[in-house]
């Protein structure tokens, strides 16, 4: 089965000029759904990984059912404001604005290994702050996974000191 064909693009969405890749039509086909958490667990599952840490919102999904699959905890990287305290930010640019997310105080313990998911890297400012929350909080990320990758929009060189996995991309398109 190829993924890519399950997922939907919607133009100028949601401003003019965007091509917006909806993982929704992936997660409503269960095939397409269940290949796409078959392949995450299949590169993941012989890696000593103490944390899976997924972005919100779509990160949430993948990220949590990956970490029920390989038995370890689960930590998420919010939207400001929706973690009760104790929280610490970063500030980052999408692609059409500016965002804060933050991550639980207590998420992780210094040294543990983590692994950040998350549906997509376009211009890499979401992921960007991911990391850098990881690291304060001193875990050790050992990959950042996607589904999707916009290699146009050169999102991987903000995080070109991480190694990166994506099950496709939409280059050109």
Known sequence: MNIKDTIRTIPHWPIE???FRDITTLMQDPAAFRETCDQFYERYKDMQIDKVVGIDARGFIFGAVLA???NVGFVPIRKKGKLPPETISQ???????TATVEI??????????????????ATGGTIYAATQLVESL???ILECAFIVEL????????????????LTEFEGE
């Open 104 to 121: 639980s105080e207590n998420g992780i313990t210094k040294g543990e290994k983590c692994l950040i998911v998350d549906d997509l890297i």
């Open 151 to 166: 290699p146009d929009l050169n999102g991987k060189e903000k995080i070109a000191q991480y190694p990166i996995f994506t």
């Open 68 to 70: 029920y699959q390989l």
């Open 91 to 97: 500030d980052y640019a999408l692609e059409y604005g």
């Open 138 to 140: 001193g875990g050790e």
């Open 17 to 19: 000029g965007v091509m």
